[in-house]
Structure formats: structure tokens, C-alpha cells
């Protein structure tokens, strides 16, 4: 997990460029192969009841898709698109996922009072 610690703002772009394989140098190819997944962490700090999900989602999208996408596919700008259509995927179906760029929108926002 080193590299994948969820903050705030657009700190999934930082992690996106982690190898999530890359925790032990004198692994063996056959023992990067059993790797079957991985975990995000966020820090505390700046996260409480009112808005882990919001923070925690779509960045943990990031990692999720290196851990299961070849390991060269690190190019920023071309997750940029997917994951904020994924933001707006949720949003749409009901979580309050926070913007993971400062630029663009969602056609549907997510409403509080339509959620209660």
C-alpha cells in the first residue's frame, strides 16, 4: 500500500502512478503473481462520519484499477475522463462522491433531501 493514502482534493493522482506490486523489490515474478489485491488507506484527521464516503470515493477508483490493469498504465491524464464519469455514475446513483478534479461537473448533483 505504500503510496495509497487517500487525503483530500486531487491526491489520486499522485497514487494513480504507484505499482501497486512494486512492496518488495526481491520478489520473485511467481510471487508478484499471487498478489490477488490491495488496500487504500485514509487518514483520520481530516475525515469523520460526515464525510468518509464522500472523501473515500472515487478516489479509492485510482488503485483499484492499477491493481487489475497492466503495470504500465500510469498516464494521469488519461484516467482523468474515466474517473470523473465514474464520479458522476455515482453521484447519480446516490453517493455523495466529491469532486476529483478542480474542474468539471456532473449533469445530475447529489441532492441531500432526495436521500433522507
Same mark, same amino acid.
Given at each position: 500500500?505504500?503510496?495509497?493514502?487517500?487525503?483530500?482534493?486531487?491526491?489520486?493522482?499522485?497514487?494513480?502512478?504507484?505499482?501497486?506490486?512494486?512492496?518488495?523489490?526481491?520478489?520473485?515474478?511467481?510471487?508478484?503473481a499471487?498478489?490477488?489485491?490491495?488496500?487504500m488507506?485514509?487518514?483520520?484527521?481530516?475525515?469523520?462520519?460526515?464525510?468518509? !464516503?464522500?472523501?473515500?470515493? #472515487? &478516489?479509492?477508483? =485510482?488503485?483499484?484499477? /492499477?491493481?487489475?490493469?497492466? +503495470?504500465?498504465?500510469?498516464? !494521469?491524464?488519461?484516467?482523468? #475522463? &474515466?474517473i470523473? =464519469?465514474?464520479?458522476? /455514475?455515482?453521484?447519480?446513483? +446516490?453517493?455523495?462522491?466529491?469532486?476529483?478534479?478542480?474542474?468539471?461537473?456532473?449533469?445530475?448533483?447529489?441532492?441531500?433531501?432526495?436521500?433522507?
Open positions: 500500500s505504500s503510496g495509497i493514502n487517500a487525503e483530500y482534493g486531487e491526491d489520486w493522482q499522485n497514487f494513480y502512478q504507484v505499482e501497486p506490486r512494486s512492496f518488495n523489490s526481491t520478489a520473485t515474478p511467481e510471487q508478484l499471487l498478489v490477488l489485491g490491495g488496500t488507506c485514509m487518514w483520520g484527521e481530516h475525515v469523520d462520519n460526515s464525510n468518509i !464516503v464522500s472523501r473515500f470515493w #472515487p &478516489r479509492a477508483s =485510482a488503485p483499484a484499477e /492499477r491493481l487489475w490493469s497492466e +503495470g504500465t498504465l500510469t498516464d !494521469v491524464k488519461f484516467m482523468e #475522463p &474515466r470523473e =464519469a465514474h464520479r458522476c /455514475r455515482m453521484v447519480y446513483r +446516490g453517493y455523495p462522491a466529491e469532486p476529483t478534479l478542480s474542474r468539471g461537473h456532473c449533469q445530475v448533483e447529489y441532492s441531500w433531501t432526495k436521500h433522507r
